[in-house]
């Protein structure tokens, strides 16, 4: 199933698990429920959401909740958060122009990758052509 706005997904879990947990300095695998942890959950399942294929299970597992939970927090960004607590949203966008930064240092470096490849191949049929 094709999501709206499909955009395209390069990042992982892992990738923004590890940027939210930089960012905010909080463990998201630490159950505690205070507000803010939740808020900052929130805010994890709507950039895994948006950035990645994954499901709802595969999210959630990541840190140790299940899919529902991964549902509701992304209800709740967008009812509550996005509406009213705006330190929120800029942590999303902050976090979302890191994976942004990060995807294109992956695209440049597999085009230098592709270039030292065509190299190598270009090299080796020269030598190919003089045996």
Not at 51 to 68: E, F, M, P, R
Not at 108 to 121: G, P, T, V
């Amino acid at each position: 199933m094709k999501r709206q706005n499909e955009k395209s997904f390069t990042s992982t879990i892992p990738t923004i698990k590890q940027l939210v947990e930089e960012e905010t300095g909080y463990d998201l695998l630490n159950p505690r429920q205070t507000r803010d942890r939740v808020y900052i959950r929130s805010v994890y399942f709507k950039l895994c959401r948006n950035n990645t294929l994954s499901s709802y299970n595969k999210i959630g597992k990541s840190v140790k909740k299940n899919h529902a939970t991964v549902m509701h927090g992304i209800n709740l960004y967008d009812e509550t958060l996005s509406r009213f607590e705006k330190a929120y949203v800029e942590l999303y966008k902050k976090i979302e122009f890191k994976l942004r930064n990060k995807n294109i240092d992956i695209v440049l470096e597999i085009q230098d990758i592709q270039n030292k490849i065509k190299d190598l191949q270009t090299r080796l049929d020269h030598i190919l052509q003089q045996l």
